[in-house]
């Protein structure tokens, strides 16, 4: 059974920054590709970033790029994201994610992520 739960959520003002975690259950998490997607009130879940099994490529959209860095650590089973210079824009609930399947690299599609997490709201003030 694989359990996503996120944290790091909360209210900051404009430019201001937040750090998200992701703890997961699971033995085999550094065979996971993980990601992060964000849903504002009235709008479809939209991605945000992606790291591969490794760690060594990310892929970001191109909204946060030069602002948010994903990353994870294999011996925490924990994948962040740090959210710099936050604008109101980035106002939403923030999920991740889990792919298994490993014939999946990174990947921006929803349909091919198995497992998510419940969600952390994060609010940017102006």
């Known amino acids: 059974q694989v359990q996503l739960v996120e944290s790091g959520g909360g209210l900051v003002q404009t430019g201001g920054s937040l750090r998200l975690s992701c703890a997961a259950s699971?033995?085999?998490?550094?065979?996971?590709?993980m990601g992060w997607f964000r849903q504002a009130p009235g709008k479809e879940r939209e991605f945000v970033a992606t790291?591969?099994?490794?760690?060594?490529?990310?892929h970001y959209t191109d909204s946060v790029k030069g602002r948010f860095t994903i990353s994870r650590d294999d011996a925490k089973n924990t994948v962040f994201l740090q959210m710099n210079s936050l604008k109101p824009e980035d106002t939403a609930v923030y999920y991740c994610?889990?792919?298994?399947?490993?014939?999946?690299?990174?990947?921006?599609?929803?349909?091919?992520?198995?497992?998510w997490g419940q969600g952390t709201q994060v609010t940017v003030s102006s």
């Open positions: 790291i591969s099994r490794t760690g060594r490529y990310t």
């Open positions: 699971g033995r085999t998490f550094s065979t996971w590709v």
């Open positions: 994610a889990a792919v298994l399947s490993p014939r999946t690299a990174l990947t921006t599609r929803i349909d091919e992520y198995n497992y």
